[in-house]
């Protein structure tokens, strides 16, 4: 079993910047690939970024791209989601999942996750 704890969520003003943490625990995920998902309210949840296990191959939606950047530090079984120039409509609850059937390459489809963290908000105001 792999437990998942995001943080790092929050309140902040269009334009700024919020780094989101997820870290494992039960196991180590240092050999899987991971991904942050989010879920708008009203909407379905979303694929957003995905990191292989050695961090070389790194995956981001459209609507993200150039702004928001995945991590990992393996040492610490933690993925990080550093996200910049906020926009309002970023509002979401954001997930970390991890993918035990891919290690190099992440997938993007959510069915493809196998472990889900219990998700942190971040709120964007403009």
């Known amino acids: 079993q792999v437990q998942l704890v995001e943080s790092g969520g929050g309140s902040v003003q269009a334009g700024g910047s919020l780094r989101l943490s997820c870290a494992a625990s039960?196991?180590?995920?240092?050999?899987?690939?991971m991904g942050w998902f989010r879920q708008a309210p009203g909407k379905e949840r979303e694929f957003v970024a995905a990191i292989g296990w050695r961090g070389g191959v790194k995956y981001y939606a459209d609507s993200v791209k150039g702004r928001f950047t995945i991590s990992r530090d393996n040492a610490k079984n933690t993925v990080y989601l550093q996200i910049n120039s906020l926009k309002p409509e970023d509002t979401a609850v954001y997930y970390c999942?991890?993918?035990?059937?891919?290690?190099?390459?992440?997938?993007?489809?959510?069915?493809?996750?196998?472990?889900w963290g219990q998700g942190t908000q971040v709120t964007v105001s403009s």
């Open positions: 039960g196991r180590t995920v240092s050999t899987y690939a």
């Open positions: 999942a991890v993918d035990t059937a891919s290690t190099v390459v992440p997938a993007k489809r959510e069915s493809q996750y196998d472990y």
